[in-house]
């Protein structure tokens, strides 16, 4: 990655509008990362509360005038003081468990502005979910059809639905990140949808609000969205002409965020072109959900990392951090890519090497970058970008070790909002065999 040159004016990273070198060290928003690092250790999340609220103000751009709710998929990044940001921007929460739905309620989230996702609800989530008021259940097939009708039924309710179809149609994503395919475990077949949605209209322990679908994640082309509205528009023409009216339409997530030269379409720009095609067939008044996960929160933070050792080889260099796959997953499951720049520039002349970016667990694959070109030595900081969704939500203990601290930046503000786990905080549900 080519380094700014020494400027006194902030230059802020492709991609990531609020984190920015000043005078060669990295800030987020006006936080100097150097002095984070220093005082909280690493390896340290770090958000910008500003970058969450302007990626969010580009969908409501895109829906300005409209009948429009924004669900932020809180598996991106599930920390309460992310979900506070949220909550009191107005949005609403696409969870997915039982465990994401006391989150967002104790984070101050609107019960009824909650949709609940995932092939895989039990009954004793439904319900919590019930009980809580939440405004959506987003049914992935029959058999939870029946199981939710029953559920509600026994507590003298009616849950509300919207079925997640399945439109069939190519993301062009990682294979594991798309899910709107034929052979993808989500939502119903589109041909079988009809049938199932006259089905659900007649269990009495529901009540038919909406359809739904999401395709994919880290979507960075409009075609696939606009092939997806075509097909579920279809579908909504003839489940509408069946005699069940359908209150509102919620077209997922998504859409992707830069990691490394991509281009998504900015959120009001991909809604511009979505809207014209709801607003060409006749549906422009109909109400609009929607949940994005990664693209509010992906390019709000960063992950600092210490490097502890430099250990040059015959074949490869090696850059050994003290961030791992247990914080940084995804490039070991997803071959995924995260840019990793200094903290503190070295200034023009600094010899750069070739690293592979690794952490200490012990796995081969537990690496964060391929082939980096680095001038660093042992102590310096890095920071890796992009690392606001699917980061902490997806951290683990693997090797015991404690999950790393988050901070929220607000302007010169750094709030704690998750200190770092301790070995004893690890080891509080175990205990040892007694006689
Ligand atoms: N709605 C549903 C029903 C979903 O399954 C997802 C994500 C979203 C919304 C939010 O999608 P987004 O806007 O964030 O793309 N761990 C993977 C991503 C998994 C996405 C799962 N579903 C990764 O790190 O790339």
Redesign the pocket.
């Known amino acids: 990655m080519n380094h700014p040159v020494t400027q006194a004016v902030p230059v802020a990273l492709p991609g990531h509008p609020f984190v920015a070198y000043r005078n060669d060290s990295l800030q987020v928003e006006n936080v100097a990362l150097s002095t984070l690092a220093r005082e909280h250790g690493t390896p340290l999340f770090v958000y910008s509360k500003a970058a969450m609220l302007s990626a969010l103000a580009a969908y409501q751009r895109g829906f300005a005038g409209r009948d429009a709710q924004i669900c932020y998929?809180m598996?991106?990044n599930s920390s309460l003081g992310v979900l506070q940001v949220f909550a009191q921007a107005g949005c609403g929460f696409?969870i997915v468990s039982g465990g994401e739905l006391e989150r967002v309620l104790a984070a101050g989230g609107d019960a009824q502005k909650i949709i609940f996702?995932g092939v895989g609800k039990t009954r004793t989530e439904m319900r919590q979910a019930l009980t809580a008021g939440i405004g959506c259940f987003?049914v992935e097939s029959e058999a939870e059809l029946e199981v939710l009708s029953s559920v509600a039924s026994t507590m003298n309710l009616r849950a509300p639905v919207s079925i997640r179809v399945n439109p069939n149609v190519d993301p062009k994503t990682h294979p594991y990140?798309s899910?709107g395919l034929k052979g993808n475990k989500f939502g119903v077949a589109h041909e079988d949808a009809l049938r199932i949605y006259q089905h659900a209209a007649s269990l009495k322990g529901l009540q038919v609000v909406g359809i739904d679908c999401?395709i994919g994640?880290?979507i960075t082309d409009t075609a696939p969205y606009l092939d997806a509205m075509d097909r579920v528009l279809d579908l909504v023409t003839a489940i509408e002409a069946a005699g069940i009216p359908l209150a509102h339409i919620d077209f997922?997530?998504?859409?992707g965020i830069n990691y490394n030269d991509d281009a998504p379409p900015a959120a009001d720009a991909l809604w511009r072109l979505l809207l014209a095609k709801l607003d060409a067939r006749g549906y422009g008044g109909k109400k609009l959900m929607i949940?994005?996960?990664?693209?509010l929160v992906g390019n709000a933070g960063v992950c600092l990392t210490e490097v502890l050792y430099l250990k040059p080889g015959e074949q490869k260099n090696f850059c050994i951090i003290d961030a791992a796959m247990n914080d940084l997953p995804?490039p070991a499951l997803?071959q995924?890519f995260h840019a990793i720049v200094p903290v503190a520039l070295r200034g023009t002349g600094a010899v750069e090497a070739t690293y592979d970016v690794v952490g200490p667990v012990c796995e081969s694959g537990d690496w964060i970058g391929h082939d980096r070109a680095l001038s660093v030595a042992a102590g310096d900081h890095l920071a890796v970008l992009s690392a606001g969704?699917?980061c902490m939500s997806?951290a683990s203990n693997y090797n015991t070790r404690g999950r790393a601290a988050e901070l929220l930046i607000d302007g010169s503000q750094v709030h704690l909002i998750r200190r770092r786990e301790n070995v004893q905080d690890q080891m509080r549900q175990e205990q040892l065999v007694t006689a």
């Open positions: 998929a598996k991106a696409d996702s987003n990140i899910t999401h994640s880290q997922g997530g998504g859409l949940e994005p996960g990664r693209s995804r997803y995924a969704a699917y997806m």
